[in-house]
């Protein structure tokens, strides 16, 4: 019998462990031959710990299982049960989903090669051995596929200009710093299916002629460290990565490095600054990194899901990639939904459903009950939305153009005892925090932006317009998006909450 | 540990990884793995063998959140402050806390028992409130099972 229990770090965080532990125990003193596969996560945090039995070769769910509920379902020999929710991918949650990016992400054993290319693996990095570089970059220029990790720029113009740059080494500079509130796409595709941003990294490198290639991981993913050290280990094992990739004579070799606990750090120059062991304080562009990158050398820094989604374009073609979605957002999005929610997790849909569909279909409102007041779209950098905005399609432009961001596809809803007023404080204080020091209207401007919140909080209402200015100095002067985008949450805050920020209102609520 | 002790340790350390491409953050994550944190003792070490002044290795230990400037105590206890943790009730648990051990974050409580940090982020923002406790992620952590693992650290 084979049975599936996931090692994702959210699966573990709500006790996935502990069952996989019990399977083994009971599986032992019932004296039944149990392979145990320890998978990814299927995204469905909700249903987390999601315990998996595979009969006639289709996988029957069970979840959220805890651990003393494994015994009763040995007993029911894996049949009826309360918490048995019938085959996996029968799942309304999961059904209604695209998933290209995420399709081997809870299915396959994140560490077994063969599992990989059992489930469509390496069919695209083998495509891009057999084409010219300036062919492969054609492919992912024409899918359409923009920057996952929140600026959304053509991933396939920024290979160009490394292809086209002249240099003795080049580099592939995988971010996987994932610091945004409400984010953990990068997080399950590392855990759950590793192989997948190894090729797609690979591939940039023979696109790109760079040789070497980094997996820049935040401190606070352990477990995806861990899983992706081993699965570059298993892939040089091998022969995938290393000197001669598939015995193609041609050589691409990729290493792990960790954070430190800098948001910052995400930020792709303060990111190669951290790389080569400098403080993370951003650089100015030009020169780009895609000419004077890591150790000044030309690199490609990507996203963990834009280099995930390069495999599945090349093995399905671009214009099948770009057959999905809306406007100038092309392809498909993980939505991270987090936060109060029913249904939380990741949801994998081409670009284009509104606001309301994911808040109150997909994720089914709040946990607590009460009503939706508002979600943050695209991290702590991203603008509070209220109800009024639900019809606003999910797409770059669509949200830029409601004073918004998608940035990383996260939402994190709140319920109406949110106090937007605090939310906006929050976010000056984390600017505060995480702010590399470089430019003075974010460095102090968040700080007076506190203490801006503070005076508006004790209820003086001419605060409100030093507020204003103070967020668009910080718009107009700071040299990133730490100190530039600052101002979406507290603006947002402000305009679509103003009651949170009158004193007879907030004098009312105390 | 006396200083030449830490002094030939971390030469050790340095020796061992100084032939990365940017060495100095894997350098500095293995002392803090080794000694707990990364002592002042150690940065001298680091600069001659890198070629860096000590003001240079100091203000890279410094810029960044992780590297502690003294030993933890004996537990930490990490709590997630993010907004999609803070929609969860991710402040109530916070303040119970801060109330409990007596003191903000940044600080060793209770003779040495528990540190306590925040952290903004650990991926697991559609199970929160998140915590990390010695290391490992707790998810949906309620006021109960906070207070039981303070209790169980002594504090
Ligand atoms: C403060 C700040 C934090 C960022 N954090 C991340 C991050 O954690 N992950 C990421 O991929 N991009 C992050 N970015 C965006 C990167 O600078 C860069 O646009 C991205 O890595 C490029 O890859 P992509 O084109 O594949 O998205 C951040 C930007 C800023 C200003
Ligand atoms: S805006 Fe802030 S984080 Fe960005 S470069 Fe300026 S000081 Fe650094
Ligand atoms: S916001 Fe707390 S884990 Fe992401």
Redesign the pocket.
């Known amino acids: 019998m084979k049975i599936y229990v996931p090692r994702d770090a959210a699966a573990r965080a709500l006790g996935a462990d502990q069952v996989a532990e019990a399977v083994l125990r009971e599986a032992k003193a019932r004296n039944i031959d149990v392979t145990l596969i320890r998978n990814g996560s299927r995204g469905m945090v909700f249903l987390e710990p999601l315990l998996e039995v595979e009969r006639d070769g289709i996988r029957q769910a069970f979840g959220p299982v805890a651990a003393a509920e494994v015994p009763a379902l040995f007993e029911a020999g894996f049949g009826a049960h309360p918490k048995a929710l019938g085959p996996t991918e029968e799942i309304d949650w999961l059904k209604r989903q695209t998933r290209l990016t995420f399709a081997r992400c809870g299915v396959v054993d994140p560490l077994s090669l063969a599992d990989y290319e059992a489930h469509g693996g390496l069919v695209g990095l083998r495509k891009a051995l057999a084409l010219p570089p300036e062919a492969v970059v054609a492919e992912v220029k024409d899918s359409g596929l923009r920057?996952?990790?929140?600026?959304?720029?053509p991933?396939g113009i920024?290979w160009e200009t490394v292809r086209k740059a002249e240099a003795a080494q080049k580099y592939i500079v995988c971010?996987a710093?994932?610091?945004?509130s409400g984010t953990f796409a990068d997080r399950m595709l590392m855990e759950g299916d590793p192989f997948c941003l190894i090729e797609g990294m690979t591939i940039a490198g023979l696109a790109t002629g760079a040789t070497r290639g980094y997996v820049y991981i935040r401190s606070e993913y352990p477990d995806a460290i861990a899983v992706m050290e081993a699965a570059i280990a298993a892939a040089r094992t091998a022969g995938l990565l290393g000197a001669s990739v598939l015995g193609s004579g041609r050589g691409f070799d990729l290493w792990v490095r960790a954070g430190a606990g800098a948001?910052?750090c995400?930020?792709?120059t303060s990111l190669l600054n951290s790389l080569e062991g400098k403080r993370g304080v951003v650089r100015a562009k030009p020169p780009l990194p895609a000419l004077e990158g890591f150790l000044g050398r030309p690199t490609v820094?990507?996203?963990?899901i834009?280099l995930a989604s390069v495999p599945v374009i090349l093995a399905k073609g671009a214009t099948f990639y770009q057959s999905f979605g809306l406007g100038r957002s092309r392809g498909t999005i993980p939505l991270q939904i987090a936060g109060n929610v029913q249904r939380g997790g990741l949801f994998e849909t081409a670009f284009g459903l509104t606001l309301g569909e994911i808040v109150d279909d997909i994720a089914g409102g709040t946990r607590s009950g009460r009503p939706v007041k508002a979600v943050q779209v695209g991290g702590p950098?991203g603008a509070y939305f209220p109800r009024a905005l639900f019809d606003t399609p999910f797409g770059y432009e669509e949200f830029a153009g409601q004073d918004g961001l998608i940035g990383?596809a996260g939402l994190a809803v709140f319920d109406d005892s949110a106090d937007m007023l605090h939310m906006a404080r929050f976010a000056m204080e984390f600017c505060a925090i995480e702010s590399c020091g470089k430019c003075t209207p974010c460095r102090i401007g968040a700080v007076r932006g506190v203490e801006t919140l503070d005076r508006i909080a004790r209820g003086d209402g001419a605060a409100v317009e030093i507020l204003t200015d103070l967020c668009n100095t910080m718009k107009l002067g700071s040299l990133?998006?730490?100190g530039g985008f600052t101002p979406y949450p507290v603006m947002s805050a402000l305009t679509h909450f103003p009651d949170d920020f009158r004193s007879a209102h907030r004098e009312a609520a105390e | 540990m006396a200083a030449t002790a830490t002094a030939q340790r971390t030469e050790e350390i340095v020796d061992g990884l100084a032939g990365l491409e940017g060495p100095l953050l894997p350098i500095l994550h293995a002392v803090q793995e080794a000694f707990g944190y990364v002592p002042d003792e150690a940065l001298p070490k680091i600069a001659e063998k890198l070629n860096l002044s000590r003001a240079e290795v100091h203000g890279v230990v410094s810029f960044y959140h992780d590297f502690r400037k003294e030993p933890a105590g004996r537990h930490v206890l990490k709590l997630c402050r993010a907004e999609a943790c803070q929609a969860q009730g991710a402040e109530a648990l916070v303040a119970q806390a801060k109330a409990r051990l007596g003191v903000e974050f940044h600080a060793t409580a209770k003779g040495g028992a528990v540190t306590l940090e925040p952290v903004f982020c650990l991926g697991l923002c559609a199970c929160g409130p998140a915590a990390m406790v010695d290391g490992k992620l707790i998810g949906r952590l309620g006021a109960a099972q906070l207070d039981a693992i303070l209790a169980e650290f002594g504090a």
């Open positions: 920057g996952r990790g929140g600026a959304g720029f991933t920024k971010n710093d994932e610091g945004d948001y910052v995400g930020e792709e820094v990507n996203n963990v834009s950098l990383h990133c998006a730490l």
